[in-house]
């Protein structure tokens, strides 16, 4: 093959007698870069979208959570508790009530839903509170009826940052919150609402549970809510993030009947189908520019064996078979697509770890729930890539190798 690939090498180094076959190939070999970094790229946003979701999902939310199946609430939560921890696969478990409320501070209000937890616990199946901006849940880890130092009894609130930021409300100020869970009066029924002092808030990196979130003690919400020694679900931490749905139908049976389980994987699936969706479309619609460079390639393939008929003619007048033929033309295909691959590759993985690195994309998180646009480069993409690449340029020779090896030498050399 070295005399081949020789002879291929020289013909697409060599100066054209027609200038626009040079042109054509080196927009052959721009478009291979070209399409091929914009898939690198394309491909290290979706996978980093996917992992960013998943991760800030996982550390925001609970494994699996219990709950009844006619939503009325669970009464013997601390016996079911008690049971479960003695579960395989279960880590921890963290019972918890919630309602929407509506949070306002003077003229400026917000919807909620507020959860009524045992720090503690929620803690070690949730990492939502983790990420306080300011403030402590300290607060919410005394009991309900203690006073703090100062003598208030105003019971503590943790409230996400982007709420905080809509009602104007930072750590130390008091808020209303007002439940529609409310009062039986001769007047009707009548909002129930209680003040609340914030005493943190978190970040999660989500908009809708930074914006739509709050947490108290789990006392304060049954009061709150008029649900005194319920809970509306047990949340669980497991050992096996993809067998959630396993170890959620075991911890169905242990709870009995009349109960029902879900988990992340059955929350966010349609998230996450829209993203393997998304990641498919990226790379069928970004490899169309990779189709249209093989097609220049065809082109100035096609041009270079007219122009090179006699050279043809007296190779094979010369003793070099028809098959050595295509293959020159095979391989000075090839080069244009390695050589495009190798830019395109060097391009698209610097720019992704460039964003991976310095975040220098940002994005509005209220629209898609991520503050910067994630980049996760990953080695199987780019063989994929290459592989494809290589792929649609070797099929992009076929033709132009075929015509230049079916050349009769007397009929090139016939006038000469």
Known sequence: MRFELFVAARYLRAKRRQAVIGIITWISITGVAVGVAALIIALAITNGTQRDFQSQLLSSTSDVDLMRTMNDGIHNWRALTERFRHLPHVVADAPGIY?????????????????GIIPREELSVSGMLKHLESGSLAPLSRPANAQDESGEATPPLVIGVDLANSIGAQVGDTVLVTSPQGELTPWGLTPKYQR????????????QYDDGFGYVRLADAQALFGEPDLVSEISFKVDDLYHADRIAEEIEKAAGPGFTTTNWMEQNRELFRALRLEQVATFIVIGLIVCVAALNILIALTMMVMEKTKDIAVLMSMGVQPGQIRRIFLLQGLLIGVIGTAIGLILGYTVAFLGQHYRFIHLSADVYSLDYLPFAPRILDGVIVTAMSLGVSLLATLYPSSSAASVLPAEALRYE
Do not use: C, D, T
């Not at 609340?196 to 908009?207: C, P, R």
């Open 99 to 115: 309602e929407p409320v509506l949070i306002s501070r003077g003229a400026l209000s917000g919807g909620a839903m507020l959860k």
């Open 196 to 207: 609340f002092q914030v005493v943190g808030i978190f970040h999660s990196g989500f908009y």
